[in-house]
């Protein structure tokens, strides 16, 4: 039978921890006070980066993200190069329950290293932010990269990037309401422009509702584009949002394209109430179809 997957979770390994420590740019660790380029100084919870009390909490299988907003895969290669070892390390140390998405280094890609990691029994797919599709050319820029998980037949996740609207007066959600959304709806929209052509085959999933991307058709046909059929390889995490959000994606893209993603600790995974039969393709048909491409 089948298990419940979350697909998108966060949690910061001893290494990952020690090395964000050792930094004296952005990102960096104070002790635990986050320092970021683009948002104000955030105030870590060790306990959300333990992993024994975190485990207690949930149940079926849990994906990790290394969370892009910190901005490392953009980082120069020596700089990126020891977060993102000490990142796939963890693959190493986790329990069956869970599993990473990889990361890749976006300034000098390794492909035949971010291949090996992808090999991994831990490693379910690789995770980019969402900041390298923000335009058509840029997703042409990346394709070398994503077309490794292709390769894997693995998926891949988009991911908000660093935010970069950083002011004194934001209350502290301004980031996931602005920066975030914008981010990834401009990616969903380079992937409907170019996306298919260059990577046929790949299995594709956008945090957040892609930013909501889709429920824009209407404005798009107005502005000269067009929705066309839908991408049944093309997937939406649900993370942040509840029943009504969820409720007009299915009605715009389906129900199968809908995957469950909590982004815990900074959020909770949501029920949005809408049925048994949909509450089951959402927790656990989709994300074994993201993840395998198999039978949901």
């Known amino acids: 039978m089948k298990r419940q997957v979350d697909v998108h979770q966060h949690l910061w390994p001893p290494g990952l921890v020690e090395e964000l420590r050792r930094r004296r740019q952005p990102p960096y660790l104070d002790g635990w006070l986050l320092h970021l ?5 955030y105030s870590v919870d ?14 079926g299988l849990v994906l990790l993200s290394l969370s892009s907003p ?4 953009s980082l120069a290669p020596p700089e990126a190069q020891g977060l993102l070892d000490a990142w796939h390390g963890f693959a190493d140390d986790l329990p069956a329950d869970y599993g990473l998405w990889a990361a890749p280094a976006l300034v000098e890609p390794d492909l035949d290293g971010l291949a090996k990691v992808l090999a991994h029994d831990r490693v379910h797919g690789l995770q980019v932010p969402a900041t390298a599709l923000s335009t058509p050319s840029a997703l042409e820029t990346l394709a070398p990269v994503l077309a490794t998980a292709q390769q894997a037949d693995l998926p891949v ?12 007066d934001q209350p502290n959600w301004w980031p996931a309401l602005t920066s975030y959304v914008a981010q990834q709806s401009a990616a969903w929209h380079s992937w409907h422009v170019a996306g298919r052509s260059l990577l046929p085959t790949l299995r594709i999933a956008f945090v957040g509702l892609a930013g909501l991307a889709p429920l824009h058709h209407e404005r798009l046909a107005q502005r000269g584009g067009e929705l066309g059929a839908i991408d049944r390889h093309v997937y939406y995490e649900t993370s942040s949002y509840g029943t009504q959000a969820i409720d007009a994606m299915s009605r715009v893209v389906g129900v199968d394209p809908l995957v469950n993603g909590s982004d815990r600790p900074y959020a909770e995974p949501t029920d949005p109430g809408l049925g048994e039969a949909l509450s089951r393709a959402i927790f656990v048909a989709n994300p074994h179809h993201l993840l395998t491409g198999g039978d949901r």
């Open 46 to 59: 060790p306990g959300d980066h333990d992993l024994s009390r975190r485990a207690a909490q949930e149940e």
């Open 70 to 73: 910190l901005g490392i895969e």
């Open 37 to 41: 380029g683009g948002e104000p100084p």
């Open 157 to 168: 996740l988009v991911h908000p990037g660093p935010a970069t609207d950083l002011a004194t």
